[in-house]
Structures are given as structure tokens and as C-alpha cells.
């Protein structure tokens, strides 16, 4: 019996994917179809091996804050809570990462986030059903005299 064993490799695998990154933030600072966004994201660096290699584990409480309301928006409720792992690549300063939303009714979501510190904008798409459901956000500083109550204090 011959058997003959083709080695698959990934078309990105000897190339670096500051690039496409880079390409990706244009995309979404200037798209007005976030699922070409998305789509962008999903070909050219969900899957690229070296995209991982080049980022570490990631905890920001502000973008946890915000992608739990975007999610809100999207679902037209808060969910119950959500899981998160989020990684950076520090040289783009570019968060990705995944996010697992609990619905009221038990039911468990699949999400994917991107986000560009430098521009404080990111997406939020939950992608574990035939439509995907996208949210873009920003991370806008809102000034402290904004906060505050009137006649008092923040």
C-alpha cells in the first residue's frame, strides 16, 4: 500500500502580519460595513499563526466595560455576564480576542472583539449563528465634568 502525506501549511506562515493589521485599522476607521470588517479580520489574521505569537494575554477593565454594553445594544438587553480572553500585540497596539456572552435565558454566545488603542475604536460581532451581530465602539474619555453630579461631586 503507498501512502502519500501532503504537508498543509498556512499561506501566512513565513510572513508578518504588522501589515494586515495595519490594514485592518484603516478598514475599520473608514468602513461603513463593519462585516467586511470582520471578514478582513477572519481571512487574513484570526487564523495567522504568527498573529499569536506576537501578542500577550490582555486585561483592560475600560474595554471590558465597553464591549459588556455594546453587547447590551446588540442584544437589546445586557447579558447575564460574559467570558472574555482578550491578547495584544504591543507594537500595534491592537486587542483581539474572544468573548462568550450568557444570555437571561441561559443560552451561550460566540463573539469575536477587535480594538485599536491608538484610535479608541474597536468591534464586538457575535458570529455563532447564521447572521452575525456587529457593534462598533469607542472608547471616548468622557471629561470629569461630565461625571459628575450637579451640585456635587464624581
Known amino acids: ?17 504588522t501589515p494586515r493589521i495595519h490594514a485592518l485599522r484603516r478598514a475599520l ?3 461603513d460595513d463593519f462585516g467586511k470588517v470582520l471578514e478582513q ?13 506576537m501578542s500577550r494575554g490582555h486585561h483592560d477593565d475600560n474595554l471590558t466595560q465597553i464591549v459588556g454594553l ?8 445586557p447579558p447575564r455576564g460574559f467570558l472574555h480572553a482578550f491578547a495584544r500585540v504591543a507594537a500595534t497596539a491592537f486587542v483581539h480576542g474572544a468573548i462568550y456572552p450568557v444570555l437571561h435565558t441561559g443560552e451561550r454566545r460566540l463573539g469575536v472583539v477587535i480594538y485599536f488603542e491608538q484610535e479608541l475604536q474597536g468591534l464586538c460581532a457575535l458570529v455563532d449563528r447564521p447572521e452575525t451581530v456587529i457593534g462598533r465602539f469607542s472608547l471616548v474619555p468622557v471629561p470629569a465634568s461630565c461625571t459628575r ?3 456635587g461631586s464624581a
Not at 502519500?4 to 513565513?14: G, H, L, N, R, V
Not at 455594546?70 to 438587553?77: D, Q, S, V
Request: glycine fraction near 4%; charge should be negative.
Open 149 to 151: 453630579a450637579p451640585g
Open 29 to 31: 476607521c473608514t468602513a
Open 70 to 77: 455594546t453587547l447590551a445594544r446588540m442584544l437589546g438587553r
Open 41 to 53: 479580520f477572519q481571512d487574513e489574521l484570526a487564523f495567522h499563526p504568527r498573529l499569536m505569537s
Open 1 to 17: 500500500m503507498n501512502t502519500t502525506i501532503q504537508e498543509i501549511t498556512s499561506p501566512f506562515a513565513d510572513t508578518d502580519p
